[in-house]
């Protein structure tokens, strides 16, 4: 049955990296929903945070694909429930809307957004959720005419409480020092 996964990948910078990891969905046929780039709490590592929906089998083997790249130092899959995750969304409706009428205001407020920047023409308000959350402030906007409007791609950590990339990592380091050792 197909559900929604993310996968969290670490490597280090380095350049074609994600159109190499970019392949391994095209070749299964799988959309990306969502691809987050960003540093990681390790210095010089960085995390991919990919959305997809497919099958536990079938997210398994991805994982075991962009795995096998050698500038991967690990990869792994979570379900919804077992990561803590946001989106940005950003609307830009017409000023005048807000002079007319107090409802934006008040949908602002009710969804727990705020409003970035007012100028003659326009007003940029940001709001962070999950992408329900994101799209229904639109939906209510809209009725305004948004002009604009953009969502981020997913950020998100896991709640295990153990950092299982730094778990991984001083393993491989044990591991390499021990075959050092053996020389």
């Given at each position: 049955m197909?559900?929604?996964?993310?996968?969290?990948?670490?490597?280090?910078?380095?350049?074609?990296?994600?159109?190499?990891?970019?392949?391994?969905?095209?070749?299964?046929?799988?959309?990306?929903?969502?691809?987050t780039v960003?540093?990681?709490?390790?210095?010089?590592?960085?995390?991919?945070?990919i959305?997809?929906?497919?099958?536990?089998?079938?997210?398994?083997?991805?994982?075991?694909?962009?795995?096998?790249?050698?500038?991967?130092?690990?990869?792994?899959?979570?379900t919804n429930?077992?990561?803590?995750?946001q989106?940005?969304?950003?609307?830009?409706?017409?000023?005048?809307a807000?002079y007319?009428?107090?409802?934006?205001?008040?949908?602002?407020?009710?969804?727990?957004?705020?409003?970035?920047?007012?100028?003659?023409?326009?007003?940029?308000?940001?709001k962070?959720?999950?992408?329900?959350?994101?799209?229904?402030?639109?939906?209510?906007?809209?009725?305004f005419?948004v002009?604009?409007?953009?969502?981020?791609?997913?950020?998100?950590?896991?709640?295990?409480?153990?950092?299982?990339?730094?778990?991984?990592?001083?393993?491989?380091d044990?591991?390499?020092?021990?075959?050092?050792e053996?020389?």
């Amino acid at each position: 049955m197909n559900q929604e996964y993310i996968i969290t990948v670490f490597s280090e910078n380095h350049i074609g990296l994600l159109t190499r990891i970019t392949i391994v969905f095209t070749r299964r046929k799988i959309n990306i929903d969502s691809l987050t780039v960003s540093e990681s709490a390790i210095q010089g590592i960085f995390k991919f945070t990919i959305v997809i929906r497919t099958t536990e089998e079938a997210v398994k083997k991805i994982v075991g694909q962009i795995e096998k790249h050698i500038d991967v130092l690990k990869a792994y899959y979570h379900t919804n429930d077992e990561m803590i995750y946001q989106e940005i969304a950003l609307y830009k409706v017409p000023t005048q809307a807000l002079y007319e009428s107090d409802i934006i205001e008040k949908l602002v407020r009710n969804s727990g957004a705020r409003i970035l920047e007012i100028t003659r023409e326009y007003t940029v308000i940001e709001k962070t959720g999950h992408k329900e959350e994101t799209q229904a402030l639109f939906e209510e906007l809209n009725q305004f005419r948004v002009m604009q409007f953009i969502r981020s791609g997913r950020v998100a950590i896991s709640r295990d409480p153990i950092e299982r990339l730094s778990e991984f990592l001083r393993e491989r380091d044990a591991q390499i020092e021990s075959t050092h050792e053996q020389k």
